[in-house]
């Protein structure tokens, strides 16, 4: 049974910097594409990066791209979301999720498993 967990939210002011982890137990964690969604209240669940499970050409959605980097270790069996430039449209909870395969997907149907997700709060 694969289980993700996401760690790093908080509060942060506009401008500053938060780093997403999200540990992952269960088999194979190098055969899979990691992903960050991230949802508002009375929003759905949107993109925010996905990474293959060679850390080669990760995809972001356009308004994080220049600000948040995703990357993967996979000794650790971590997927890291960092981000800089925190914008108050940022405020969300950030979930990550696994989707089996190696080609990326911004569609959450194609993610089989999701962490509990963790609250990121920006103030202006």
């Known amino acids: 049974q694969v289980q993700l967990e996401e760690s790093g939210g908080g509060l942060v002011q506009a401008g500053g910097s938060l780093r997403l982890s999200c540990a992952a137990s269960?088999?194979?964690?190098?055969?899979?594409?990691m992903g960050w969604f991230r949802q508002s209240p009375g929003k759905e669940r949107e993109f925010v990066a996905a990474?293959?499970?060679?850390?080669?050409?990760?995809d972001y959605k356009d308004s994080v791209k220049g600000r948040f980097t995703i990357s993967r270790d996979n000794a650790k069996n971590t997927v890291y979301l960092q981000m800089n430039s925190l914008k108050p449209e940022d405020t969300a909870v950030y979930y990550c999720?696994?989707?089996?395969?190696?080609?990326?997907?911004?569609?959450?149907?194609?993610?089989?498993?999701w962490g509990r997700g963790t609250q990121v709060t920006v103030s202006s």
């Open positions: 269960g088999p194979t964690f190098t055969s899979y594409v």
């Open positions: 990474i293959s499970w060679s850390g080669g050409s990760p």
């Open positions: 999720a696994r989707r089996v395969g190696t080609l990326l997907s911004r569609q959450p149907p194609a993610y089989d498993y």
